[in-house]
């Protein structure tokens, strides 16, 4: 049976914000995003986690796109990474301190090649049974290039149609005629949650499905997806379940981008207003009480 998340529904979920809460009481998280020619996409992912309620975020990128976004970002710690010729993250890193970080989030423009599809593999191998995922973009497009076994179990991933037909090996038409089914297909074969993005996006457990009912064109741009990352994820540190966290999610960006279209119309929002936009989502979904 299909659900759908609305305004109650996503009111009922929302995560109780403490009065005596400090930047301690939320779990870190760990944004590996960006690259020479994406580093626009780190940035957005990264913002949109403290944005959505996260009290801590370390951004994990090529140190050579750092002094980029810091000067405007600077409420993001930055973790320096060790990049290729080409700008990518190389596959000889490692992230000290991991432990200290509860949820991982990866992928947001960090490009298709064959390091940083061997540094992430290892990472998700390293932190899968303890630490929350949220896997997007080309995370999901260097997966699918991965002949070998990986488990998502404590992943949320979140591919638009094309993705997912890369990672599922399926025409991309057979993808569009049949969203439900392949959606719950993906949850099914990496253990995960999945988000199918789109137009009344799915977001499923493997055998519930719901069905999203916010979102206009407006979200039609570069960046909204990293946005919706990072909206996750920062759901996710205020100690939300993966599922639940991927519906309000979907929901509270989705919302986003609708009040914003009111103010700049659907043709003129960019990925970064969906991000100033938040919290007169939030506001329109504590108006429920």
Avoid: W
């Avoid at 998280?29 to 309620?53: D, E, H, M, R």
């Avoid at 947001?108 to 995922?133: A, P």
């Avoid at 799915?202 to 919706?228: M, P, R, Y």
């Amino acid at each position: 049976m299909v659900k759908y998340i609305d305004n109650t529904l996503a009111n009922s979920i929302l995560p109780v914000r403490n009065e005596d809460a400090n930047k301690g009481s939320f779990l870190k998280v760990l944004n590996i995003a960006g690259c020479t020619n994406y580093s626009g996409a780190a940035y957005l992912s990264s913002l949109s986690v403290l944005k959505a309620g996260g009290g801590f975020v370390s951004l994990a990128c090529p140190d050579i796109i750092i002094p980029r976004i810091s000067s405007i970002m600077p409420e993001v710690t930055y973790i320096p990474l060790n990049s290729t010729s080409d700008g990518f993250i190389s596959v000889n890193n490692e992230i000290k301190n991991i432990s200290d970080y509860g949820i991982v989030s990866a992928g947001c423009g960090i490009g298709t090649d064959v390091n940083v599809r061997d540094f992430l593999i290892n990472l998700i191998k390293s932190v899968y049974n303890t630490h929350k995922l949220v896997i997007d973009a080309d995370a999901i497009n260097n997966i699918a290039g991965y002949s070998g076994d990986l488990s998502l179990k404590n992943a949320v991933i979140t591919p638009h149609p094309k993705e997912l037909s890369r990672l599922l090996k399926v025409n991309l038409e057979d993808i569009l005629e049949n969203r439900e089914k392949y959606a719950r297909i993906a949850s099914q074969k990496y253990e995960c949650i999945t988000v199918l993005k789109g137009k009344n996006t799915i977001v499923t457990d493997g055998d519930e499905i719901f069905i999203n009912t916010t979102g206009n064109s407006a979200l039609a741009k570069a960046g909204s997806g990293d946005v919706l990352t990072g909206i996750i994820s920062g759901l996710l540190s205020q100690h939300m379940t993966l599922f639940d966290s991927a519906k309000l999610g979907v929901y509270l960006h989705g919302l986003s981008g609708d009040i914003a279209s009111e103010d700049l119309t659907q043709y003129s929002v960019l990925a970064s207003d969906v991000i100033d936009y938040i919290p007169l989502a939030y506001n329109y979904i504590l108006s429920e009480e």
